[in-house]
């Protein structure tokens, strides 16, 4: 299997500055059909979500639902 050459970027992003997953919010996790995002402990000990498999449709109820506007679906040129 051959490594990747260049840097690769998920579909979605979170801006950790604006998550509050460390308050209990999963709304983003809760609201995935494929249930790709998950929560991770970072190292300062607070909480946040991110895109743990890289098989998003593009549906975005993540970006939609998400009440502080932390999730972002970078969504491919071609199915604009």
Not at 19 to 30: L, Q
């Amino acid at each position: 299997m051959p490594l990747a050459q260049t840097a690769t970027s998920v579909p979605v992003t979170i801006d950790d500055a604006k998550c509050i997953a460390d308050k209990g919010c999963t709304v983003c996790v809760d609201v995935c059909p494929l249930d790709v995002l998950r929560i991770k402990e970072l190292a300062d000990g607070t909480k946040t979500a991110y895109m743990k498999y890289d098989e998003c449709w593009y549906c975005m109820p993540c970006e939609a639902d998400c009440p502080t506007g932390a999730v972002t679906v970078t969504i491919p040129y071609l199915l604009k």
